[in-house]
């Protein structure tokens, strides 16, 4: 007898009003659950994977501090000494006959030739063959030397000075060519240690990924 009375019950309109009602308000929190924990799973996931972008990153500046930081030596001690030779050269243009300058000058000579081809070494291990190149080419092996490196600039500039203080009358001629020689050895300095640090930053910055595409698109499979 009941159940003859639930089937005219849910056959009848309201019946059928209240059972599609329940199956809808049941239904409609099947989805919103479901359609909450899908969005708490993406934002969850999304999360992590922000996290692991910011370690990542994190992990890319320390790797391109370490590897500034490794060249940056090398290129400030050549920098230094550089700027310190060609210093005490325009010092002995401007005193040619000065022992005081000359000695103070060859004392930097010195420390160049003793200390150039560590230096060569170190910049084609931590930077590379063009800047070591850029440094001593060889050229002074072979005369008439035509400077291509920062050695062989300096070597012409020596010999134009030697020139100059072994000059005893009307020296005007060999001063200008010992002023002009050391101008391009100033123009030659500049632009060396420009390519040297930019070559520096350059190797720096080699197989350094910053964006970390590669973690988005994993979180984006």
Known sequence: MAATKLGEFLNSKFGLLVAGFFLTTLAGGVLSYWLNHLAWKRTTRFEVCRQEVEIR?????????????????????VADLTGLRVFRMWNVLRLP?????????????????????????????????????????????????????MHGHFYVA???LLALRRCSEQCDSVSEAARRALTDLDFASDAFIDATTSALA???LRNVDFSADSVWRACAA
């Open 57 to 77: 990153r994190a992990e890319q500046v320390e790797l391109l501090r370490r590897r500034l930081d490794q060249g940056q030596a090398p290129v400030q001690a």
């Open 97 to 149: 006959q000065s022992t005081t300058a000359w000695n103070d000058y060859m004392e930097v000579v010195e420390r160049w030739n003793a200390e150039l081809l560590g230096h060569q070494s170190r910049l084609r291990l931590l930077i590379g063959d063009d800047v070591a190149r850029g440094l001593n080419a060889y050229e002074t092996d072979r005369p008439p030397v035509q400077p291509v490196s």
């Open 158 to 160: 020596h010999e134009a």
């Open 202 to 204: 350059e190797r720096s």
